[in-house]
Structures are given as C-alpha cells and as structure tokens.
C-alpha cells in the first residue's frame, strides 16, 4: 500500500497546554491547524505513523532510525511530567526501511543509539494526534548532515519501504522554520529569517518540494532553521507522485516561525523525481567546471584520483607553469560535491618545496584527512570539483577596519592557536562575522587578547 499522506508541523512545547499553561493562545491558528491534522489522522487510522525529527540523537553522516519494541517520553524537562507518551515501535517498518536504505548505499539504520527516551520533536505531535487517535506503532528518524538529495533519496526509500510492507502509513515532519524573526526573540532577528520562512511556506503551499532542495546553503544557516531535513525526507518520500498540497497554518509570534501543512498523493508524475533533476543538472555543471580547469586545478584533480586509485601520491608531472615549481607559498584546497563542501584543508605557509608538490599534498589531504567528512571513495570522483586557493604573504594589521572580507583572508593567533578564514566566501560580508568564524575555528574567545593578520588569495576555481 503507498503512502497515504504526510503532515509538516512544527514542536514548540509551549504549543502543549499542561507547558504552556495559557501560552499556546498566541499560537491559536497553529493550535487549531494541529487539531486538523490531527482529526485528518484519525480518519486515515494508519497502522504506523513515521516521524522525523531534528532533536532526535544525529550524526553528520549518518541517519539514525529507532529500534526496539517501546519506547518512552515525557515533558518532565518542561515541568509537565503528566504528560508522558508510551509508544510501540514498528520493528518491521524499520528493519524494511533500513534494509532498503543500505542497498541504495544510503547511510541510515539502527547503530548509534545514545538515547531511548522520545524528544520533543516527536512528542508534541504525538500529544495532538492522541487525543483522537491511539491505535498506531511509530517510526522515529533523526535527521544528517548529508546533503538534501540524500535526505530526499532516504524519502524515497521510506516509501519504497511502506509499499514493500503493505502498512497503512502516514508520515509526520516535525520542524520549526526560522528561529530569528524578531528582535525581541530567544535567538534575535536576522533579514533572512523572514525571508527563508516565505520561501519554504511558499513551497508548502504549492507543494513545490523541488524548492525545499535548492534553498541557499547559507539562507538556511543565517535563518537558523531547524526543520528542513525533515521537510526534504518528506519531498522524496512523494517521488514521482503527484501532490495535493495545502498551507493550513503559518505564524511566528515568539520570533520562531510555525507552519502547518499537509500533502496527499494524487497520481503519478514524472516530473516530479527530483534528485534526478538535480543530480543531472549538477552533472552538467560539473562537466562545464572541468572543461574550464586550469593547471592548478588539474594538478589537484589528478592528484586526488591518483592517491585513491593506487593508493600512493602522485608523482610531480612534467611541463607545469614555471611559478608552481619554482615558488612556494600556503595552498588551500577546497573539494565540492554537487554544491555542497566536501573537504578543505590547507597550509597557511608554505610546507613543501614548490606550489605543484603543495597542491598534491593538500589535494590528498582534503580528500582523506579532513575530520568533518569520511575520506573520498572512488565511486565519487566524477563528481567532485575544486578550488585552489594560492596564499599571500600575511601581514600584521592592528583593527578590523584593515579587513575587507571581499579581498583579504584572516588569521587570528592566540597563545599558540591560530585560525583562518579565506576571503570572498558567500555570506561573509562584514569583518566582524569573518572575524568571528576565524575565532570559533582556533577556539579562541572574543574577550581574548588575539593578533590578526590579512592575506591576499590567488583563488583558482
């Protein structure tokens, strides 16, 4: 049996009336949209209802999928401990969907368990639909770091999943949308919190998944979302279906965005397989890239494809420009996969004897070495591009008025620890956030006592 339905919906626990205690009325539209859904539900009377949520145990790489038979929850960390959940778990549902998940290579299963009890990106929306509907198992995934066209392909498995078992299955997507929309808000205001929730509540509204792909990585970020993973896996799990899409609620009183929506399938469509969209039209750009490369980004290509392929480096090719053999300088090298960063590491002084053997180290280091990321494997090298970056000479410079995050890196020093941050990345547009994020990366506290130096970059991409 597909899919019967799915529901966005956000988990403020103020949206709970034993929490909030009067609180939830300035949500009132939000309050009634739950009910809706929650009577929608009711009237489906799914044998399992699967739900995701951004507060769930997650990894960087990796999505966790609840096992067991039970599983337990309550509001106590809210001062409600009244109100508790006992729920069944659907082992069946879960051993389906984690099989199908490893066959598509898609990291998701059962590993990692670091805590049984339910959160309350999943209790909230359990305390709506249970006071008119109880008779289901559950179906608890966390959300990655991946990319969006992975969250969209474990969708897709989901409902793969669901057909295979024969269930009758709705899916709930838990999440907030910008955490920034007023001043007077627990997280403040940012210009792109508004901006992000009328994008994503315009997509709810048309049922426009396509767009929950391609927000601005950094849109996103500035926002400070916490709800569009989920809101992707949902997406996939509709592949190639068409959509009946409905924005039932939206409001942000308490400068948190909340939106209610829901999505019924109608039909096939073949225009709707969105992660083949993308992946063709990031195939297309990479090849363009490739076709353009010049003989720094070349020499980092084949130094990369060379270590993973036989395992060994690269031995310096013949007829390079005179200036990479005979200069030295940091090199940074930066590895991209369909948009999204994949790996960066640098030297932000020379280590080598010339810019080419820099290059080559730095280009096996940031495909296998960086911590952020699994090392490179071979079945990815076609699709990766990258940047090289050629440093300057740094120089000492006593305020942030000698900074301009458009034309100079920064290195911030401080007993010992040192950070850097390269000019003209997209969303650094002030001294100060350029300043901040070199900070955050040496560890070193604002209210430190730290040194700063600018550099120039030769960026070749």
Excluded: W
């Excluded at 198992?137 to 969250?151: D, F, Q």
């Excluded at 669901?162 to 929309?181: C, R």
């Excluded at 403040?188 to 901006?195: I, M, Q, S």
């Amino acid at each position: 049996m597909p899919l019967l339905g799915a529901f966005i919906v956000p988990h403020p626990p103020l949206i709970v009336h034993e929490v909030g205690r009067g609180e939830e009325k300035k949500i009132s539209a939000t309050v009634n949209a739950y009910q809706e859904i929650s009577k929608r539900i009711a009237l489906i009377k799914p044998e399992t209802i699967i739900v995701f949520s951004p507060h769930s145990p997650s990894y960087s790489d990796y999505f966790h999928i609840a096992s067991g038979a039970v599983a337990y929850g309550s509001f106590k960390e809210f001062n409600a401990p009244e109100v508790h959940f006992n729920v069944d778990y659907d082992e069946g549902l879960v051993k389906a969907i984690s099989d199908l998940a490893s066959k598509e290579k898609i990291p998701a299963g059962t590993l990692g368990e670091r805590n049984e009890r339910l959160d309350h990106g999943i209790m909230v929306p359990l305390y709506f639909i249970n006071q008119v509907f109880k008779d289901y198992h559950l179906v608890k995934i966390s959300l990655s770091g991946l990319t969006p066209v992975v969250h969209y392909r474990l969708g897709k498995c989901i409902a793969q999943a669901i057909e295979q078992t024969g269930k009758k299955v709705v899916i709930v997507a838990s999440g907030d949308l910008s955490h920034k929309l007023t001043k007077d808000g627990p997280y403040g205001f940012a210009k792109e919190g508004p901006e992000f929730d009328r994008q994503v509540t315009k997509a709810f509204a048309k049922g426009d998944f396509l767009s929950l792909l391609t927000l601005d990585e950094n849109l996103c970020i500035d926002a400070a979302e916490c709800g569009l993973g989920s809101f992707q896996i949902m997406a996939g799990a509709f592949d190639g279906l068409a959509v009946q899409a409905e924005l039932l609620s939206y409001e942000g009183p308490f400068g948190v965005g909340y939106g209610v929506a829901a999505f019924t399938p109608s039909g096939k469509d073949e225009k709707r397989h969105y992660d083949q969209i993308l992946l063709g039209e990031e195939e297309k750009k990479t090849q363009e890239r490739r076709s353009h490369e010049d003989a720094y980004l070349r020499l980092a290509r084949a130094s990369l494809e060379y270590f993973v392929l036989n395992g060994k480096t690269l031995p310096k090719p013949e007829g390079l420009p005179p200036e990479m053999e005979n200069e030295r300088a940091g090199v940074f090298v930066s590895i991209k996969k369909f948009g999204h960063l994949r790996g960066c590491i640098g030297t932000i002084s020379p280590a080598q004897a010339s810019i080419a053997l820099e290059i080559i180290h730095n280009a096996v280091s940031a495909g296998t070495e960086d911590p952020r990321f699994d090392a490179v494997h071979e079945d990815e090298l076609p699709d990766l591009v990258y940047d090289v970056d050629i440093l300057g000479r740094p120089e000492k410079i006593a305020s942030m008025a000698e900074l301009d995050p458009k034309h100079y890196g920064v290195i911030v020093s401080c007993n010992g620890r040192r950070g850097l941050l390269l000019p003209d990345l997209e969303g650094i547009d002030t001294p100060q956030k350029q300043v901040r994020i070199a900070l955050d990366k040496a560890g070193i506290d604002e209210d430190e006592s730290y040194s700063m130096q600018r550099f120039k970059v030769t960026r070749h991409e």
